[in-house]
């Protein structure tokens, strides 16, 4: 292959010897270079006769799983043999210097140069979470201020091209903060700036962004989705507050007097409801009246009689099953 474009080094330190060189030439290139970009002229740098080269059956031997480089034997060019990826040779996210080892080979009279090529970081990846989606659980109770940790986003890139800050979509009530680990990595903190209500919204979707500090900047984002755990704050309530019933005298027993409904706004055991008289229902009421504590159904259960009983009056509690437990009320007029 004959290169076709000559690439000038960031960076070279030369050190030459006459015969086995333990000296070690420098070369600085950014990766992702096109095949046949020139790195250097090694028969310029190394002072080698460009004409002797075959003769002296110059070889390049490189210290790595592929033969990322070779050697132009007519022009003494060094040259990208295959696009050189950084972040599949220096596999350490926080190694910031990258090398290949390649040695150059000459014989009669036999001579070995030792040469470093540094593979500069280009920012050529962008941020990504370990997971698409960070699913959260936080009680309505939870107080404003509370912090929750989120996974942070990993950049194969390393320096400035890493992964610099975060960014949240707009919410009112989630703000983020970003901290700074030991080692340079950024992550954040989800905080809680305003209390929840699972009645109002009971499922939070926010879109949390990492972006690096390349030019220009490349972003990876997540979701993270906030999903309100009920608290028992709300009381059960009738749909009316005073009930007037009109029954026959003489109904059979058994018979369907008024079906009460209350509702709760909270969720499982907070919103399940029983239902019971208050103290304020006389005993010959609750003898007369049937109350089912499961459904609310009233259904005549003695013998009603005008001439004995003209008036009844009754207040039934609902009350909720959480663990402090709440109920609201109502009165029923015969």
């Known amino acids: 292959m004959q290169p076709h474009k000559r690439f000038v080094p960031l960076a070279v330190l030369l050190f030459l010897v006459d015969h086995i060189s333990a000296s070690?030439?420098?070369?600085?290139?950014?990766?992702?270079?096109?095949?046949?970009?020139?790195?250097?002229?090694?028969?310029?740098?190394?002072?080698?006769d460009?004409?002797?080269?075959?003769?002296?059956?110059?070889?390049?031997?490189?210290?790595?799983?592929?033969k990322y480089l070779d050697v132009n034997k007519?022009?003494?060019?060094?040259?990208?043999a295959e696009k050189i990826d950084r972040e599949n040779i220096c596999t350490t996210?926080?190694?910031?210097?990258?090398?290949?080892?390649?040695?150059?080979?000459?014989?009669?009279?036999?001579?070995?140069?030792?040469?470093?090529?540094?593979i500069l970081?280009?920012?050529?990846?962008?941020?990504?979470?370990?997971?698409?989606?960070i699913h959260l659980d936080i009680s309505e109770s939870t107080?404003?201020?509370?912090?929750f940790s989120l996974s942070n986003a990993v950049d194969p890139d390393v320096g400035i091209n890493s992964v610099k800050t975060y960014q949240l979509s707009e919410s009112e009530h989630f703000k983020i903060e970003v901290q700074t680990g030991r080692d340079g990595s950024r992550f954040a903190d989800?905080?809680?700036?305003?209390?929840?209500?699972?009645?109002?919204?009971?499922?939070?979707?926010?879109i949390l962004t990492a972006v690096d500090g390349g030019t220009p900047a490349r972003s990876g984002t997540a979701s993270i989705i906030v999903h309100v755990l009920d608290t028992n704050d709300n009381a059960p309530k009738f749909?009316?507050?005073?009930?007037?019933?009109?029954?026959?005298?003489?109904?059979?027993?058994?018979?369907l007097v008024v079906n009460l409904n209350a509702t709760d706004l909270d969720e499982g055991s907070n919103s399940d409801i029983t239902y019971s008289y208050s103290l304020y229902t006389s005993e010959k009421t609750q003898e007369t009246f049937y109350l089912n504590p499961s459904t609310g159904e009233i259904t005549v259960k003695g013998v009603l009689n005008y001439e004995d009983y003209k008036i009844y009056d009754m207040e039934v509690i609902a009350t909720d099953k959480g663990a402090n437990s709440l109920s609201g009320q109502c009165t029923l007029k015969f």
């Not at 070690?24 to 080698?48: F, Q």
């Not at 460009?50 to 592929?66: F, G, P, Q, S, Y």
């Not at 749909?239 to 018979?255: A, H, Q, T, V």
């Open 143 to 147: 107080s404003a201020g509370e912090r």
């Open 50 to 66: 460009v004409n002797t080269l075959n003769e002296r059956k110059m070889r390049l031997d490189i210290i790595a799983t592929k």
């Open 24 to 48: 070690v030439t420098h070369y600085s290139i950014p990766e992702e270079l096109k095949e046949g970009s020139v790195v250097a002229n090694l028969a310029t740098d190394l002072s080698l």
């Open 239 to 255: 749909d009316k507050e005073i009930y007037n019933i009109n029954s026959m005298e003489n109904s059979p027993i058994g018979s």
């Open 93 to 118: 996210k926080w190694s910031v210097s990258c090398y290949l080892k390649l040695e150059v080979t000459l014989e009669n009279p036999l001579r070995i140069f030792n040469i470093e090529l540094e």
């Open 74 to 80: 007519e022009t003494g060019e060094l040259f990208i």
């Open 121 to 133: 970081d280009m920012n050529d990846n962008a941020p990504q979470f370990r997971r698409d989606a």
């Open 190 to 206: 989800l905080i809680l700036k305003k209390t929840l209500d699972r009645e109002q919204q009971a499922v939070h979707h926010l």
